[in-house]
């Protein structure tokens, strides 16, 4: 079945511990990035890598890293998390190009405190 | 940079009846995509409809369709004999047809609720 694997679903961690949600796709796509989806903003773009160690910034990349070592894989780094870092987080991957639209994963739900 | 409103933030509709949510979009770019994703309760992002901006002719997938109409930048979804699965959030996103950067831009959001 082709789908993005997002991990974990929820995670509550403190103020500064890193973390690290992990994103993998099956589908052999190019394209894979990283949103944010919090109340009354919609889904932001964090970070998108058009290839295997190809990554760039989206709109709201302050305080996330990104690595693209796999095709497959595109990790979301926190080093050092904060409050305001308390969102829905989703992955999503497409072909080169993206027209067909963006697969997405489940969605990662973090608090921290 | 390209903006996309979703001004009403919810809406009811009876199961069976047809509703209609709204979308506009600003845009300088000529070619480009539209598109309505669905978010149930369970959280997962659904693409429900895409429509090229090249193209004139409207979108339709079964009960689902969209009203594209470019020179207004207005893009809404119709869903017809709405049922009780319908009942979830729906983002309309734009993305540039060309670029590195295969970016949604997304409205934010609408929650349509279909009463039994």
């Known amino acids: 079945e082709a789908q993005v694997t997002q991990n974990p679903r929820y995670l509550i961690t403190v103020t500064g511990k890193k973390l690290t949600v992990t994103c993998s796709q099956n589908?052999?796509?190019?394209?894979m990035s990283w949103y944010r989806q919090d109340p009354g903003l919609g889904l932001r773009q964090i970070y998108y890598?058009?290839?295997?160690?190809?990554?760039d910034k989206g709109d709201v990349p302050e305080g996330y890293k990104v690595s693209r070592k796999e095709k497959r894989n595109f990790p979301l780094i926190l080093e050092s998390p904060s409050p305001n870092q308390t969102s829905l987080y989703f992955c999503?991957?497409?072909?080169?190009?993206?027209?067909?639209?963006?697969?997405f994963g489940q969605g990662t739900r973090l608090t921290v405190v | 940079a390209q903006t996309v409103t979703q001004s009403q933030p919810e809406m009811s509709v009876q199961e069976a009846e047809t509703v209609t949510l709204s979308c506009t979009y600003d845009?300088?770019?000529?070619?480009?995509?539209l598109f309505w994703y669905k978010q149930p309760p369970s959280r997962q992002m659904i693409l429900v409809i895409r429509?090229?901006?090249?193209?004139?002719q409207n979108a339709t997938e079964n009960r689902f369709s969209v009203n594209f109409q470019k020179a207004a930048k207005s893009f809404s979804l119709k869903i017809s004999d709405s049922q009780l699965g319908d009942t979830a959030m729906y983002f309309c996103?734009?993305?540039?047809?060309?670029?590195?950067?295969?970016?949604?831009?997304f409205g934010k959001g609408i929650t349509l609720s279909v009463r039994p």
């Open positions: 999503a991957s497409s072909p080169t190009g993206g027209t067909l639209g963006a697969f």
């Open positions: 996103a734009f993305m540039k047809g060309i670029g590195a950067n295969s970016k949604l831009t």
């Open positions: 845009t300088s770019e000529s070619n480009y995509y």
């Open positions: 429509q090229e901006a090249y193209k004139q």
């Open positions: 890598s058009m290839n295997v160690e190809v990554t």
């Open positions: 589908m052999n796509h190019e394209y």
